[in-house]
Structures are given as structure tokens and as C-alpha cells.
């Protein structure tokens, strides 16, 4: 991956309602509510988790935000939730709900900062450096950007030198008649391509329920689901009761593995970590559950 920091490219930009845009540099950031868990996660890696006084459901890391107040899912922004904790800024992605509770609080004079969350990697690369400029905090965005640099090139190494490429699924969400997996263009999918796996659903785009049969076609070695659902779906053994997973490389030998859902669904500056632990799952270093 080409890490070419561009901040002039950044989508950044704070509404101020009907006063129109100012540089977001010269805004107080001093206190700040965070609404998307990845960009919560950049503010702590940029060491100025000290000024985020609220965070949304999504912003479950670093440990220390379980601390802090919610101020709701970020698809279910509470503007008086907001407003009650009195911040100087709101950083948020564009496509945080409803809009109306955004333009509430612009006219409400709190300054609102957008993030795009796609392309996801181009995005990261972006907001991290917006995220720097924004917070006065330059140099530490380009010491993150060096450091996921290398990481990310310690992964590629390893994939280098791997002979096969695993077919891999990743599973959202299930129900007794189907299963919710990753296709091409979504982060997870792109993660399993970059840790040297193949995506077992690449022929289809976006987030899309499989029935039996399908899943079966799709063909997986290896199933990952999301850790936070392992033990409500019964852990490896539930997984290989799902609809068609029975008949696949991955039923037949057991290979199952929980995933943290903020490592495979929110992209942010623990890509290296969520890179290597795949890196393992897929290559024989980590450990997969089994379910026979």
C-alpha cells in the first residue's frame, strides 16, 4: 500500500451553520466529542485523547473510553446528548445520522469536522492527517503514518513468501436461513486480500446475506466472525451449524476464528495489528477454533 500523505486532500472541513466554513486550524479543540470509533481511535494515537470529553457506541478503544460519556450509535447522534457535555468541537464521519441532529448542533454555534470513511484505506490515510492538522498534532500523524508504513510492509513480506492463499469468509451476522458476509469493497474484504487470503465472496459487493447453498459454493477455509458475537452464535461449533457451512473446506476441518469488529470493520491506526493477527490465522501462525 502506497501511504502517500496528502493533507491538502483531507476531507475536512468545520460547518458553522449559516456563517458558512472557517479553517478547521483555528477551532477550539479542547473539547471534544468523537462520533466513529476509528476516529476516536486516531485522536488517542495521536496522544490528545485528553481533550475527547464524549465518544459514540462505536468507540469501544482505547480501554479508557468505556469511561466516557456516549453520546449514542453513531447512526442515532443525540444532539442534546451533545450538547449537555458543552464541546468546543464535534468530529465526526459524513455519514454520521440523523443530519439534522449535525445542522442542530452547527446552530447551536459547535463547530462540526466531517470525515469520509471511503476508499477506506485512502480515508485512513486522510483523516489521520487531517486529524493531525486539526489537533496540532503534525508531527505525531507523521510518526503514525511511518509506523503503519512499516507494519504494513513487514505483512507484505510475509505474504510474499506464503505459497497458498487461504480462501477466506468473514460472517456480520446470521440467522437460521442465511448468513450476512463480507464482499469485495468492504474493509473486512479488503483486509483478508491484504493479509494473503482470498475473499471466499469477492463475487459480490458490499455486505450481502448467502443462503445455503451459496455459502457452500463460496467455498471458505477459514470463517471468521466477529469476537463480540462468538459466544452468542455457540462459538466454533455454532458456526459450523450454519446454513451450508457444513459442506465447506472450513466445516469439513473445523477452521473457525473470532475477530475483534473494531479491527475488521472500523479501519483505523491498528491496521498493523489487525494485519498480523490474519497474517497468523491464515499462514499457520495464530490459532483457529474448532468446531468438530
Do not use: C
Not at 71 to 84: M, R, T
Not at 126 to 140: F, H, K, P, S, T
Not at 150 to 168: E, L
Not at 207 to 229: I, S
Amino acid at each position: 500500500m502506497d501511504m502517500t500523505w496528502i493533507i491538502g486532500r483531507a476531507v475536512l472541513a468545520v460547518l458553522l451553520g449559516l456563517g458558512g466554513i472557517r479553517q478547521a486550524s483555528a477551532a477550539d479543540t479542547s473539547r471534544l466529542v468523537v462520533i466513529g470509533g476509528s476516529l476516536t481511535e486516531i485522536v488517542f494515537a495521536l496522544g490528545k485523547g485528553g481533550s475527547v470529553i464524549g465518544v459514540d457506541q462505536t468507540s469501544v478503544w482505547p480501554p479508557e473510553v468505556k469511561a466516557l460519556p456516549q453520546v449514542g450509535y453513531y447512526k442515532k447522534v443525540s444532539a442534546e446528548g451533545v450538547l449537555s457535555l458543552s464541546p468546543t468541537m464535534v468530529a465526526a464521519y459524513r455519514d454520521a445520522e440523523p443530519a439534522s441532529a449535525l445542522r442542530q448542533l452547527e446552530q447551536a454555534g459547535i463547530p462540526v469536522v466531517l470525515f469520509d470513511r471511503s476508499p477506506p484505506m485512502r480515508a485512513l490515510e486522510d483523516n489521520i492527517a487531517a486529524m493531525g492538522r486539526l489537533l496540532g498534532a503534525e508531527r505525531e500523524a507523521q510518526a503514525l503514518r511511518r509506523s503503519l508504513d512499516d507494519q504494513i510492509a513487514a505483512v507484505a513480506r510475509t505474504v510474499a513468501g506464503t505459497k497458498k492463499k487461504p480462501r477466506v469468509l468473514f460472517v456480520l451476522n446470521y440467522d437460521p436461513s442465511q448468513t450476512v458476509v463480507a464482499g469485495a469493497g468492504t474493509i473486512a474484504g479488503q483486509l483478508i486480500e491484504m493479509a494473503g487470503g482470498v475473499n471466499a465472496a469477492g463475487d459480490i459487493t458490499g455486505f450481502k446475506p448467502l443462503n445455503g447453498e451459496m455459502v457452500t459454493n463460496a467455498a471458505p477455509d477459514l470463517v471468521l466472525t466477529v469476537e463480540e458475537r462468538w459466544d452468542g452464535i455457540g462459538g466454533a461449533a455454532g458456526m459450523a451449524r450454519l446454513p451450508g457451512m457444513a459442506a465447506t473446506p472450513a466445516g469439513k476441518s473445523g477452521r473457525f476464528a473470532p475477530m475483534p469488529g473494531p479491527l475488521m470493520l472500523g479501519l483505523g491506526p491498528r491496521l498493523g495489528e489487525a494485519l498480523r493477527r490474519l497474517s497468523g490465522l491464515f499462514h499457520g501462525e495464530g490459532v483457529a477454533h474448532h468446531g468438530r
